[in-house]
Nanobody
Framework: QVRLVESGGGLVQAGGSLRLSCAVSGFSMGSYRMGWFRQAPGREREFVAGIDWSGRFTGYADSVQGRFTISRDNAKNFLYLQMNSLKPEDTAVYYC?????????????????WGQGTQVTVSS
């Protein structure tokens, strides 16, 4: 059974940092490309960052480029999102997602498996 469990969310002041983790079980992570998405109240879920199966290639939304870093540890079955210089507009529920394949993909509909989300709140 595929399972993705996010952790690491919380309340942080603007300019601060958080590191999100996604524990993966039920499948071999090395065969999957992974992504982080977020959903703010009243808004649609949106792509944040994606990573290919190897970890060598990544992609980011323009709004987080240069501030967020996605990474993965296939041996430990973990996906990470390091978030620096956080802004109030980064406040959202953050989700990790997985899909088979090898390249970076930004399309939400392409992801088959999702975690339950972790809340990130950035105060001004």
């Amino acid at each position: 059974q595929v399972r993705l469990v996010e952790s690491g969310g919380g309340l942080v002041q603007a300019g601060g940092s958080l590191r999100l983790s996604c524990a993966v079980s039920g499948f071999s992570m090395g065969s999957y490309r992974m992504g982080w998405f977020r959903q703010a109240p009243g808004r649609e879920r949106e792509f944040v960052a994606g990573i290919d199966w190897s970890g060598r290639f990544t992609g980011y939304a323009d709004s987080v480029q240069g501030r967020f870093t996605i990474s993965r540890d296939n041996a430990k079955n973990f996906l990470y999102l390091q978030m620096n210089s956080l802004k109030p507009e980064d406040t959202a529920v953050y989700y990790c997602a997985a899909t088979t394949g090898f390249g970076v993909i930004e399309t939400m509909a392409s992801y088959n498996d999702w975690g339950q989300g972790t809340q990130v709140t950035v105060s001004s």
